[in-house]
């Protein structure tokens, strides 16, 4: 489909069951007919909670006095190993812009990733380079690239980060990245101060015409010491008709039920999957680094975050009719 074909502003705004929980079912019923009744686990590691930049929004921006870690390359390949065991195929590298990630040592790691689990996919979330580093990280073996546009409004953008960062620079990198041949993903919070029903259908329109591999999205959950700390968080059902809406608009792509979802609600992944998503990310980091890694408040790092417990996550997606294959999960073309 296409955003002419679709009544966004009804769909978003509409108050009747009857009418969502249509929009659910065909959004889930186009997911079903392309990657039939499986959900793909992407063990995530979250390598650093240093960063450069200070959003406004972020638990681990450059003003936050907060404990601050890094891995070291033998903490990755431990968690690599770990996640390998359990049956995750695709291992996604996040953090902070951390400058002390230089293209030499992500190489390194790159590689050596790809060399010792060849069947694996490696995704990097680590925010943006210039071209010639994504260049250089997708020779090394980087098959993905996470990067959450965050609002394709730049009125909007300038008012959720500081004014050294540039609307124009994000939507380059997420240009160089597709250029470059990754599999691309981008995103944007849901209820992030200023946002209006006109920025989430600009975010909706960007999307439609950028055609990613990938979409996270996420309820917005405000993080203790930011100047939105008071804000509201995110809607729940917001999101969710974001999720089915996004499916619509392209039946292949690959949708996180994100762990901002399961913070705010017990089962608001397994919603998530009900309106369309098909992908989760259980966290691989070391256990003495999930809490640290806290972009917002009581983001989920233990219980059913926790790769651990992979096997409770694999018994609740089959007690709602789906499997969890063995598998990098790579987006269909």
């Known amino acids: 489909m296409n955003m002419s074909s679709l009544d966004i502003d009804y769909l978003l705004t509409t108050s009747d069951p009857v009418a969502v929980d249509n929009l659910y079912e065909q959004a889930a019923a186009l ?29 681990i921006r450059r003003e936050l006095k907060t404990q601050r870690y890094r891995l070291t390359k033998e903490q990755i390949l431990d968690c690599c190993h770990t996640g390998h065991e ?51 990280l997708r020779e090394a073996g980087a098959d993905r690239y996470l990067l959450r546009h965050e609002t394709a409004d730049a009125t909007h953008y300038a008012r959720l980060h500081p004014s050294e960062m540039s609307f124009e620079h994000r939507m380059q990198c997420l240009r160089d990245l597709r250029d470059l041949g990754y599999q691309v993903g981008t ?12 920025t989430l259908k600009k975010d909706l329109a960007f999307i439609a015409d950028f055609r990613p591999e990938m979409v996270g999205i996420g309820p917005f959950i405000p993080a203790t010491g930011t100047p939105f700390e008071q ?30 979802l399961g913070t705010l609600h017990p089962t608001g992944r397994e919603r998530a999957i009900a309106a369309g998503a098909n992908v989760i990310m259980p966290n691989l980091s070391p256990q003495d680094t ?15 975050e926790a790769a651990e417990t992979v096997a409770d996550i694999r018994a609740r997606l089959k007690a709602i009719g789906f499997e969890t294959p063995v598998d990098r999960g790579d987006f269909k073309r």
């Open 231 to 260: 804000h509201s968080a995110g809607s729940i059902e917001l999101t969710l008709r974001l999720i089915a809406i996004l499916r619509l608009l392209l039946p292949n792509a690959l949708l996180p039920a994100t762990t901002a």
């Open 31 to 59: 997911r079903d007919s392309v990657y039939g009744h499986n959900i793909f686990l992407r063990g995530l590691i979250e390598i650093s909670n240093h960063c450069r930049n200070n959003c406004l929004y972020c638990g």
């Open 290 to 304: 999930r809490a640290l890694y806290s972009i917002y408040n009581n983001k989920l790092s233990t219980g059913s």
């Open 86 to 136: 359990l049956g995750f195929r695709t291992f996604v590298l996040q953090g902070g812009e951390d400058a002390w990630f230089t293209d030499e040592v992500l190489c390194d790691w790159v590689a050596e990733i790809k060399r010792r689990f060849p069947d694996c996919a490696v995704t990097l979330s680590l925010g943006e380079r210039g071209r010639e580093s994504f260049r250089r």
């Open 187 to 198: 995103g944007f919070m849901v209820g992030s101060p200023y946002q209006t029903l006109e």
